[in-house]
């Protein structure tokens, strides 16, 4: 059995990549320290923010509709940072930078150490930023363990 190790990447579809691509330069780069490349496929163009462990991509839609997250598909993205701390950064940095982020808050009802901020992308393509919580380490740490 092959054994996935991570997420290469994630495409979202975005209904003005002019305006899209200001956004996620903020978010990627200016706040969480991603790099970016723009390239041509199909002959449409992308842009792709990456770190060193996922590429994120933006492309042009081709129908145009609001995106609608309770409907099939994708309802929100969460990306994890290392502390609680880093979640306040990142809410603090959204938010100086003019993205309207939720203040970093725990949220005991999702786990007793879930720490999020959340904002959405000029689509209504919701994410959120969340600590590397103790229960996400323990399954990390003792995969190899048996169960129970």
């Keep these: 059995m092959a054994t996935v190790i991570g997420i290469d990447h994630i495409y979202i579809t975005v209904s003005d990549l002019a305006r899209s691509r200001s956004f996620y330069d903020t978010v990627f780069k200016a706040v969480l320290g ?5 390239f041509t ?3 449409d163009p992308h842009v792709q923010y990456y770190n060193r462990h996922f590429g994120y991509v ?31 950064t ?20 999702y786990a007793p150490d879930y720490w999020a901020t959340f904002f959405t992308d000029p689509d209504g393509v919701r994410l959120e930023v969340t600590n590397y919580r103790q229960e996400r380490r323990e ?3 003792r995969w190899d363990e048996p169960a129970g």
């Design 34 to 38: 991603f790099r970016s490349n723009t």
């Design 58 to 88: 933006l492309r042009p839609a081709r129908v145009a509709q609001a995106h609608e997250p309770y409907a099939p598909g994708l309802h929100h993205l969460c990306l994890r940072v290392e502390s609680v701390d880093d979640v306040r």
């Design 41 to 43: 496929l199909g002959g």
């Design 139 to 141: 399954r990390h740490d």
């Design 90 to 109: 990142v809410a603090a940095g959204l938010n100086a930078a003019g993205i309207a982020a939720t203040p970093a808050t725990l949220h005991g009802d």
